[in-house]
């Protein structure tokens, strides 16, 4: 993934432990029999929205008292890997979980632990929050719907320095060319264009997934990540050409270098470009310090087969465990996050919330705004490969994708290697 959802950095952290362990899923470790203990678990948004959820969780606790709200915060990559799995495994599972719509949360409802929320997102609960295209892709083969909506991430855009574009005399380039020209005009000026974190995958994977769409068209995209097409036909390898472009312009350590490492050089101004999605906001509330940036949607490629003007995006939000002893104190949490103030307060942190009229009342930074009009009013959105695909195949991608920017593969032989992968694994 990505996956978005947000990212953050630091080790692993737990804003609130978790105790009692030989309690059942949402079942207090307190002797009051009355007493409730909710657990809500996810991967750090940054501190802006950490803090957050500590003041949603008083403001909950003080709203019905003998409730207690145990919020887990892990560090993201370990949330999406191998943290939250295990998490659901524990004797003390999340009542409650952030997770990505698609395939992720489809799996999740697969393996017994999510929860059809749709009796009560349609009740008094959520009434007037959302409107229905809140709910794409959180549903399971058209029936049910699985999540509590949080938040739009778009994936994939260009933020760049516009100080450095001003002293260059860089225009925003609205094609391919003039964005390979760019790059080469900030080189020759001894300046690092790009500079990304790949150490982990998805974010040259979500930069390869919109290169692919745009190239090869969205039909054929999605084809070839179902595994219903090959993925080292002739008009995926000229795709993965595209990508091997990008090669001379970025960091050398980027298959090593993880994802939060790379927005900090951004912020520090170690390098002129940073491809990410719209969460790089969040964390520039309290990183950016005074770089004056902003952002660009992928180029325009004169040869593409796809909607040239595609957004790469993916919905967030919050399952709810069906083995949960306290699922309708749980939905009451849930509902908070998206009450007004929730929303506001998400808004102000620099989300993009997916309720109605999110920025109402908000003074929010103009660029938030824009990255959610541009999610809203995309003429094609498009989800990254291990957003809306097989996880297979989506890794095998991303396996030619960190080939092919690193220099180790040809996009033929990256593209080859990844078919036989698919093909071994059916």
Known sequence: MRFNSHRASGAMLVAVAIVGATTLAGCSASSDPDAVTIRVAMGSSGDAVDQGFEVLKEEYEAKYPGRTVEIIIQEDDVYQTTGLATLLSSREAPDAYFEWSGPRMRGHVSD????????ALEGDLFAGRFDANAFNNMDVDGSGIYMVPWTGDVTNVIWYDADVFDDLGLSVPTTWDEYLDANQAMLDEGLLPLV??????????????????????????????????????????????????????????????????????????????????????????????????????????SDGAGDQGSVLGISTGFMVNEKSAHQEETLEFLAMLADEDGTKMWAEAGLAPMTIDPFKGVDADPRTVALAE?????SALVAPADSGHDIEIAAAFYDAAASVIGGTATPQEAADTAQSRIDSAN
């Open 112 to 119: 017994g632990d999510g929860a059809d929320l749709s009796e």
């Open 374 to 378: 541009m999610m809203g009013t995309a």
């Open 196 to 301: 990304e974190g790949n150490k982990d995958q998805w974010p040259v994977g979500s930069v390869a997934s919109h290169i692919v769409s745009r190239m090869v068209g969205e039909e054929q995209y999605s084809a070839v990540m179902d595994g219903e097409a090959p993925m080292n036909s002739s008009e995926m390898v000229g795709a993965l050409e595209k990508l091997a472009e990008l090669a001379p312009f970025v960091n050398p350590s980027i298959n090593a270098l993880a994802d939060d490492e790379a927005m900090t050089q951004f912020f520090l101004q170690k390098a002129v470009t940073h491809q990410i999605g719209s969460w790089l906001m969040a964390d520039a509330a309290e990183n950016a310090g005074d770089l004056n940036f902003d952002y660009f949607n992928l180029p325009a490629f």
